[in-house]
T-cell receptor, first 114, second 113 residues
Framework: ETGVTQTPRHLVMGMTNKKSLKCEQHLGHNAMYWYKQSAKKPLELMFVYNFKEQTENNSVPSRFSPECPNSSHLFLHLHTLQPEDSALYLC?????????????FGSGTQLSVL | SQKIEQNSEALNIQEGKTATLTCNYTNYSPAYLQWYRQDPGRGPVFLLLIRENEKEKRKERLKVTFDTTLKQSLFHITASQPADSATYLCALGEETGANNLFFGTGTRLTVIP
């Protein structure tokens, strides 16, 4: 295990639903990330938080809303999603210092939008 | 346009042989390159990092090379085992501390007993 826990592991939602993905780490890391992984596509960075402050929003549609209440927890709030948003959503964290040089990923949430 | 290409989507090799996976990039200036392993239904797991001024890195049965002239990294697994079967991802970082890593689509390796 990497020390990064994501819940739920699987999620099926309709286009009008609102749901949230949760990620937590107790590794003492200060940076947390959301990535999207679609079939046959590279991992896409969505959001980055450093010390609870959002430092990157990679042109993500507003139907995805991140929240980082503290350095150990990260949420991704979902509403009015589209079927093309179905993917594996991965949370990652990285230690202080050279923050991007080793990412610790969770197991992901496999999201299906119907 | 920027591209990261991993040599093939899938690679099958016989147990005991050396697996060689390729990562080629275009229009990037990486400060370092990483390799991750991803098993089905799981997140990627960090394996190795190699910096632009390093030619080679080793860790147990793993070896990574980095050629900035050829814009290529090679990832070798020697004495491969069925347990090495997984998808392997390369990722580029363009400057130390920057938040974005650029990932390839991965190569699915199957080691046949």
């Amino acid at each position: 295990e990497t020390g990064v826990t994501q819940t739920p592991r699987h999620l099926v939602m309709g286009m009008t639903n609102k749901k949230s993905l949760k990620c937590e780490q107790h590794l003492g890391h200060n940076a947390m990330y959301w990535y999207k992984q679609s079939a046959k596509k590279p991992l896409e960075l969505m959001f980055v938080y450093n010390f609870k402050e959002q430092t990157e929003n990679n042109s993500v549609p507003s139907r995805f809303s991140p929240e980082c209440p503290n350095s150990s927890h990260l949420f991704l709030h979902l509403h009015t999603l589209q079927p093309e948003d179905s993917a594996l959503y991965l949370c990652a964290s990285s230690p202080p210092g050279r923050s991007n040089e080793k990412l610790f990923f969770g197991s992901g949430t496999q999201l299906s939008v119907l | 346009s920027q591209k990261i290409e991993q040599n093939s989507e899938a690679l099958n090799i016989q147990e005991g042989k050396t697996a060689t996976l390729t990562c080629n990039y275009t229009n990037y200036s990486p400060a370092y390159l990483q390799w991750y392993r991803q098993d089905p239904g799981r997140g990627p797991v960090f394996l190795l990092l190699i910096r632009e001024n390093e030619k080679e890195k080793r860790k147990e049965r793993l070896k990574v090379t980095f050629d900035t002239t050829l814009k290529q990294s090679l990832f070798h697994i020697t004495a491969s085992q069925p347990a090495d079967s997984a998808t392997y991802l390369c990722a580029l970082g363009e400057e130390t501390g920057a938040n974005n890593l650029f990932f390839g689509t991965g190569t699915r390796l199957t080691v046949i007993p």
